[in-house]
């Protein structure tokens, strides 16, 4: 079983960054998955950027070039660094995990991330 614990979301102003981080209990993390996804009031929850076992990583259009998925898998953690912000980018912020070639599976409570026009 895998339980995912975000952190790293606040407030920042516009051209700002922010790193989140993701903990992950499970023993076999190094073999996940790992994703994140965001939801903006009003809007369907979107793909942001993932990061196959192997270190493949895929991100949305819109987050290219300025947001950075990865992972460390001896501490259990995937970060998600964000630069260039933009208040667009407002959304709770949740980091997922599956077993490769699956559906997303496990998913954080979300972290709140705030940029400010």
């Known amino acids: 079983q895998m339980q995912l614990v975000e952190s790293g979301g606040g407030l920042v102003q516009a051209g700002g960054s922010l790193r989140l981080s993701c903990a992950a209990s499970?023993?076999?993390?190094?073999?996940?998955?790992m994703g994140w996804f965001r939801q903006a009031p009003g809007n369907d929850r979107e793909f942001v950027a993932a990061m196959r076992s192997g270190g493949n990583t895929l991100y949305t259009d819109t987050v290219k070039g300025r947001f950075t998925i990865s992972r460390d898998n001896a501490k259990n953690t995937v970060y998600l660094q964000m630069n260039s912000l933009k208040p667009e980018d407002t959304a709770v912020y949740y980091c997922?995990?599956?077993?490769?070639?699956?559906?997303?599976?496990?998913w954080g409570q979300g972290t709140q991330v705030t940029v400010s026009s």
């Open positions: 997922a995990a599956r077993i490769s070639g699956s559906a997303w599976r496990y």
């Open positions: 499970g023993r076999t993390f190094s073999t996940y998955d």
